[in-house]
């Protein structure tokens, strides 16, 4: 394969890609990146702390050494006037000075006259010899003394001028002294080498300690990268086990809190997964089941019509007309079915909302049920409170009525009562039916609304109940955003009340 990249046609290996695909990958892995952060947090101070103390360190010390020698160098200036040094030539005492400093700073001291003449030399090669250097004429003719730092030779020069203060000078508003003489100058030159030997050393310690503290903190982001992303790894292990089927089980990682939301979050998902696979199992062997009784009874009618040789006409009529009849049955479960799933999939998007009287749309459904409620001897009453009109869907409204007044007459009592009473407020209509049936028992009640349940099901087979009914009726009530309430007393009866929004709103 080749890889093109700025209209260069680059043709890389497959392999060096994987390898650098996996590379970049792992760039974005937490356990590598808290690894970097926890070695250069605990490692950059130790680095800068090891290069602050170095590097100023020999400023430090010279500046010192600097400031020591001048103090020092400036009270043996005092001496050469006190001694007469300059005139006389020779005191054992500066001497004794000389060498003891020269020899301390491992340094030389030169005295100048004012005539540039060597009047004296620790390293004694130079006595007698004239001096023509710049910092010597500048002590001089200036009159104060300075210092200077060669880092490149390694060694600081001071220049000290040697000042005689004859009675009567005075000093000057701005400090000046006046009347002093300058009787010449000491240049001493003394080695930074121990500053800078001491600043090695320090420095090789420094590397050492550094060395060591890379070795600790690289083991401690090992172990505590690790240690920390350690629950996160064994979570997408688990993960990956119920995602690969091995396990079913709900996962516990709990020694962070992240992992232990996380789990939390994947278990409730795997809860719901669990419940939605079992209510699919327990749909699938109900449709299954619901499709296959008025087959079973359509092949009884058939196959015992078959087995008469001479079956009279009445009997092939009435067979037939049972036949007939499944087949209606099961034209019926298919069509509430395929509604249901319609209903599912557009989720209440597909409304054919219009103003309509509910008023009348309840009177003529009741007209319709009418026959039903005659043959079983059951009253039904219609209780208008005010006249209501509402933007709802006509159709799925009366499917809703129907089918709560055709559960009220079907699990009613002969010559029993259904009261259907409609009533609003400035948001609402309120839709009521009560019935003085069989009820509902208090168990049940939680499960009415589910697809094929039926309270008594071999009581419903002969009443010819799917089980559909109310699985329906709820779902044209939360279309409309409407809500659908049901309380009943077993052997009493039972009423079934609806709310819905005057006026219909898409969410
Ligand atoms: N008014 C009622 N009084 C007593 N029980 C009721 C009443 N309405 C519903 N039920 C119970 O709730 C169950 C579910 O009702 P639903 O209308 O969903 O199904 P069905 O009437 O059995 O069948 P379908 O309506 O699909 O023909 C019924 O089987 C019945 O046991
Ligand atoms: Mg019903």
């Given at each position: 394969?080749?890889?093109?990249?700025g209209?260069?046609d680059?043709?890389?290996?497959?392999?060096l890609r994987t390898?650098?695909?996996?590379?970049?990958?792992r760039?974005?892995?937490?356990?590598?990146?808290l690894f970097f952060?926890?070695?250069f947090?605990?490692?950059?101070?130790?680095?800068?702390?090891?290069?602050?103390?170095?590097?100023?360190?020999?400023?430090q010390a010279?500046?010192?050494?600097k400031?020591?020698?001048?103090n020092?160098?400036?009270t043996?200036?005092?001496?050469?006037?006190?001694y007469?040094?300059?005139?006389?030539?020779?005191?054992?005492?500066?001497?004794?000075?000389l060498?003891?400093?020269?020899?301390?700073?491992?340094?030389?001291i030169?005295?100048v006259?004012p005539?540039?003449?060597?009047?004296?030399?620790?390293?004694?090669i130079?006595t007698?010899?004239t001096?023509?250097?710049?910092?010597?004429i500048r002590?001089?003719?200036?009159?104060?003394?300075f210092?200077?730092y060669?880092?490149n030779?390694?060694y600081i020069e001071?220049?000290?001028?040697?000042k005689?203060?004859?009675t009567?000078s005075?000093?000057t508003?701005?400090?000046?002294?006046?009347?002093?003489?300058?009787?010449?100058v000491?240049l001493?030159s003394?080695?930074?080498?121990t500053?800078?030997?001491?600043?090695?050393?320090?420095n090789?310690?420094?590397?050492?300690?550094?060395a060591l503290?890379?070795v600790?903190?690289?083991?401690?982001?090992i172990f505590?990268?690790?240690a920390?992303?350690?629950?996160?790894?064994?979570l997408?292990?688990?993960?990956?086990?119920v995602?690969?089927?091995?396990?079913?089980e709900?996962?516990?990682?709990n020694?962070t809190l992240?992992?232990q939301?996380?789990c939390?979050s994947f278990?409730?998902v795997?809860?719901?997964?669990?419940?939605?696979?079992?209510?699919r199992e327990e749909?699938v062997?109900?449709?299954?089941h619901?499709?296959?009784t008025?087959?079973?009874s359509m092949?009884?009618?058939?196959d015992?019509?078959?087995?008469?040789?001479?079956?009279?006409?009445e009997?092939?009529r009435?067979?037939?007309?049972?036949?007939a009849?499944?087949?209606e049955?099961?034209?019926r479960?298919?069509?509430?079915?395929?509604?249901?799933v319609?209903?599912?999939?557009?989720?209440?998007?597909e409304?054919?909302?219009?103003?309509?009287?509910?008023n009348?749309?309840t009177?003529?459904?009741l007209?319709?049920?009418?026959p039903?409620?005659?043959?079983?001897?059951?009253?039904?009453?219609?209780?208008?409170?005010?006249?209501?009109s509402?933007?709802?869907?006509?159709?799925?409204?009366?499917?809703?009525i129907?089918?709560?007044v055709?559960?009220a007459?079907?699990?009613?009592k002969?010559?029993?009562?259904?009261?259907?009473?409609?009533?609003?407020?400035?948001q609402?209509?309120?839709?009521s039916?009560?019935?003085?049936?069989v009820?509902?028992?208090e168990e049940s009640?939680?499960?009415?609304?589910?697809?094929f349940y039926?309270?008594?099901?071999?009581h419903s087979?002969?009443?010819g109940?799917?089980?559909?009914?109310l699985?329906?009726?709820r779902?044209?009530?939360i279309?409309?955003?409407?809500?659908?309430?049901?309380?009943?007393k077993?052997g009493?009866g039972?009423?079934?009340?609806?709310t819905?929004?005057?006026?219909?709103?898409?969410?």
């Open positions: 394969m080749s890889g093109q990249s209209g260069l680059i043709t890389l290996p497959e392999n390898i650098w695909r996996k590379a970049l990958r760039t974005r892995s937490l356990r590598l990146r952060v926890i070695f947090v605990a490692l950059i101070p130790c680095v800068i702390m090891r290069h602050a103390l170095t590097s100023n360190y020999i400023e010279v500046s010192v050494r400031s020591t020698v001048t020092q160098m400036e043996i200036a005092a001496h050469l006037i006190t007469n040094y300059l005139e006389e030539g020779a005191s054992e005492v500066i001497d004794a000075e060498a003891q400093i020269s020899s301390l700073y491992d340094g030389r030169i005295i006259d005539e540039l003449t060597i009047l004296r030399d620790t390293y004694d130079s007698g010899k001096m023509i250097s710049e910092e010597v002590g001089l003719t200036e009159g104060t003394g210092s200077q060669d880092a030779n390694g001071i220049v000290t001028p040697i005689s203060q004859p009567g005075t000093v508003e701005s400090g000046e002294q006046t009347g002093v003489t300058v009787n010449g000491m001493t003394v080695s930074t080498d500053i800078v030997a001491t600043r090695d050393r320090l090789t310690q420094g590397i050492i300690v550094e503290t890379i600790i903190v690289l083991s401690l982001a505590l990268s690790g920390s992303t350690e629950p996160f790894r064994r997408a292990g688990e993960m990956l086990n995602r690969a089927g091995y396990s079913n709900p996962i516990h990682i020694n992240e992992t939301q996380i939390d278990n409730t795997l809860e719901r997964e669990k419940v939605l696979d079992d209510s749909f062997a109900n449709v299954s619901e499709l296959k008025p087959i079973t092949k009884v009618l058939a015992s019509l078959l087995a008469q040789e001479d079956a009279p006409v009997m092939y009435e067979f037939m007309g049972d036949i009849g499944e087949i049955r099961e034209n479960i298919i069509n509430d079915l395929l509604t249901l319609r209903a599912d999939r557009q989720a209440g998007t409304l054919e909302v219009r103003e309509t009287d509910i009348k749309l009177e003529t459904v007209k319709r049920l009418k039903i409620a005659v043959k079983k001897d059951v009253e039904l009453i219609f209780e208008s409170v005010r006249s209501v509402a933007s709802v869907d006509e159709v799925k409204i009366t499917q809703m129907t089918n709560l055709e559960n007459i079907k699990y009613n002969d010559h029993g009562w259904v009261r259907v009473v409609l009533d609003a407020d400035h609402n209509f309120f839709l039916v009560s019935d003085s049936g009820g509902i028992p009640l939680a499960h009415i609304y589910e697809r039926r309270v008594d099901k071999s087979r002969e009443i109940g799917t089980g559909l009914g699985a329906l009726t779902s044209a009530v279309m409309h955003h409407g809500i659908i309430e049901c309380s009943s077993p009493e039972t009423t079934f009340t609806v819905i929004p005057l006026i219909y709103r898409k969410i």
